[in-house]
């Protein structure tokens, strides 16, 4: 393995560790906060720490004609307004999902917008293989095995993280089509800013946080902010410079496994076999949609896989 490989594939690791037990962490802060104060108070600290990057990386930006450095992209804010509405209402969903659920089974079910990206891009045009269907049926199934009741009910919780998934997808769609247009570091400060601020207004008007609350729940709202939000992203970003496709797959998906790791071992929740089960097949569903087209090109670009 080249050295550049290897140092790209510990970087994925440790942020699909600090990812997976960000679950454990997002609902350790809600014993004292409401969901839209962590994400408010969580998002903005996660845009402070992308501060430092932008200023050291502010010579690599366009010039303005009169030199003064200043970034000239006027639909900047724009693709920041829309990029950070879309963390906004999947991180909502995420985190009052979290109120009615396990960290584990919120971990694995919105791993599957991993699956959902693939079927969605065929609304505009994007192909896929039969990876991805494949993998959306294993993924369907382990999902039904993991929240659908004997009573062929889906908990509240579990509802809500799949719909947050969603969201999570749309927002994966909308970067690909705006990070090419723009400075990945300012549109990645302006999103999160843009969430903190809806997720604080929200607050102010169904919720009530104190001082005392926000400072019990500081650990927990410093680990999603400054460690899941701004360094796993900073981390992630560094690692695509050098990254081998399938190693990311795979090790961004154990995200989903640190999750219900993370779960067990700091909240003490317990999966049923069904549950195990149903985890199995989503993670392999998972894998097969990011997966079945690396490997395919890979036979096609040497001469295994004949077409034509």
């Given at each position: 393995m080249k050295p550049q490989h290897l140092k790209s594939d510990l970087l994925f690791?440790?942020?699909a560790v600090i990812w997976g037990f960000a679950f454990v962490a997002q609902r350790m802060g809600m014993d004292h906060v409401g969901p839209f104060t962590f994400n408010g108070i969580r998002?903005?600290?996660g845009a402070m720490v992308l501060v430092p990057?932008?200023?050291s990386n502010r010579n690599n930006q366009p010039k303005a004609p009169d030199g003064s450095g200043q970034i000239r992209n006027r639909r900047l804010v724009l693709y920041g307004g829309l990029a950070g509405m879309a963390i906004f209402a999947g991180a909502s969903l995420q985190q009052v999902g979290l109120v009615y659920t396990t960290a584990g089974k919120a971990g694995f079910i919105t791993g599957l917008y991993v699956v959902i990206v693939p079927i969605m891009g065929l609304l505009w045009g994007q192909r896929t293989n039969a990876g991805t269907w494949g993998g959306a049926l294993m993924a369907a199934a382990g999902m039904y095995l993991l929240s659908v009741?004997?009573?062929l009910t889906v908990s509240f919780g579990d509802l809500l993280e799949l719909i947050g998934a969603i969201f999570w997808a749309c927002h994966i769609h909308l970067i690909g089509w705006i990070s090419p247009k723009t400075d990945s570091l300012q549109l990645a400060f302006l999103q999160f800013m843009v969430c903190a601020a809806a997720s604080l207004m929200t607050a102010l008007v169904v919720e009530t946080a104190s001082v005392a609350a926000i400072a019990a729940a500081a650990l927990p709202i410093v680990y999603g902010g400054a460690l899941s939000v701004g360094v796993a992203y900073t981390l992630q970003v560094v690692a695509q410079r050098h990254a081998h496709p399938a190693h990311a797959a795979i090790l961004l998906s154990l995200e989903a496994v640190f999750a219900a790791v993370g779960g067990w071992l700091i909240l003490g929740e317990v999966m049923s076999r069904r549950g195990m089960v149903g985890c199995?097949?989503?993670?392999?569903?998972?894998?097969m949609s990011q997966l079945y087209g690396l490997v395919t090109k890979r036979e096609q670009d040497s001469g295994f896989f004949k077409t034509g």
């Open positions: 690791l440790l942020s998002f903005f600290l990057f932008i200023y009741n004997e009573d199995s097949l989503m993670f392999t569903g998972m894998l």
